[in-house]
């Protein structure tokens, strides 16, 4: 069980079961957004309620989490509203607007990066300090066994996160994905699924972040999409049974209106004109249901 000394949670809190993982990569641009959105859409289809978040202050992502669960896409970040929030949090989205099967939490850039001189905001950091099991998303392109030798370095790390388990994405064949796998599970680490090389199937990127969901046309049809190719190439019932491993959480639930009470919230509009006023004032509705003035 996580509790109060490693969360900053309360100390007389009965103890949640919350199963949960956290997508996380070696670096940006190994498929974290894919993998995640995708996950969370087949988990969908395939009966499970699940509840989305994403790593840092990130207003785009979870629009697409948000079509694929089809509840909001919260956010973790511990930079912003401090360390001992993010098991309240966590457990708050998994609890709202009614109780999750499973928590998705994609993660931030490479694993261990955040804050330059300590870290703070990492994928990792959300790890640890939510006890949530890490299953890594590897692009298995430009290399084979070499892969294995980059997931034992990342999962001896820091020996208070936890990688669980391992998808690997841009599969080129099935030797390929043989070879990678024999190394991986070499280490006593799953290889939950190889999604093959799909150019078809991607979330275009611009100067800032992803696109949002908003924004595009196609955005439904592309989670869609995403479903197929996880449910596809990904052993659903092994990832759940990651998720189940994560200890329980001796946490309270955050409480937006013990947290907002005598206080005024200010946002402005979303969309192309006003991004990230608009953006934040969304994230204050969906991480507590409140109206804003």
């Known amino acids: 069980m996580v509790n109060a000394s490693s969360t900053g949670s309360s100390s007389d809190a009965a103890p949640l079961s919350l199963p949960r993982i956290l997508i996380a990569a070696p670096a940006s641009g190994g498929g ?12 969908r289809l395939a009966g499970h309620e699940v509840a989305p978040f994403k790593v840092g202050p990130d207003y785009i992502d979870p629009g697409y989490h948000a079509l694929a669960a ?14 001992q929030l993010m098991a309240p949090l966590l457990a708050h989205g998994f609890l709202t607007p009614d109780p999750a099967d499973i928590a998705v939490v994609e993660g931030v850039m490479g694993l261990f990066d955040g804050r330059l001189g300590d870290g703070a905001g990492s994928s990792a950091e959300i790890a640890r300090l939510t006890g949530t099991p890490v299953v890594l998303v590897v692009d298995a392109s430009h290399a084979s066994l070499t892969h294995a030798a980059v ?21 080129s064949s099935v030797r390929h994905g043989a070879e990678i796998r024999r190394g991986v599970e070499g280490l006593g680490i799953p290889v939950l699924g190889e999604i093959p090389t799909d150019r078809e199937i991607f979330v275009p990127s611009r100067h ?3 696109v949002p969901a908003a924004e595009r046309d196609v955005s439904a049809a592309q989670v869609e999409a995403l479903a197929g190719l996880i449910a596809d190439h990904v052993d659903l019932d092994a990832v759940l049974g990651v998720a189940s491993s994560a200890p329980d959480l001796a946490v309270r639930p955050w409480d937006p209106a013990e947290a907002l009470r005598g206080k005024r919230c200010m946002a402005g509009s979303g969309g192309r004109q006003g991004p990230f006023w608009g953006g934040f004032g969304r994230w204050l509705q969906w991480q507590g249901d409140i109206s804003l003035a």
């Open 208 to 210: 800032l972040g992803l």
């Open 151 to 171: 997931v034992a370095g990342l999962a001896g790390f820091d020996p208070d996160v936890t990688v669980a388990g391992v998808v690997l994405n841009r599969v």
């Open 32 to 43: 974290k957004t894919t993998v995640a959105t995708g996950l969370m859409a087949a988990l």
């Open 70 to 83: 089809g509840r909001p896409g919260r956010n973790l970040d511990s930079v912003m509203c401090g360390p």
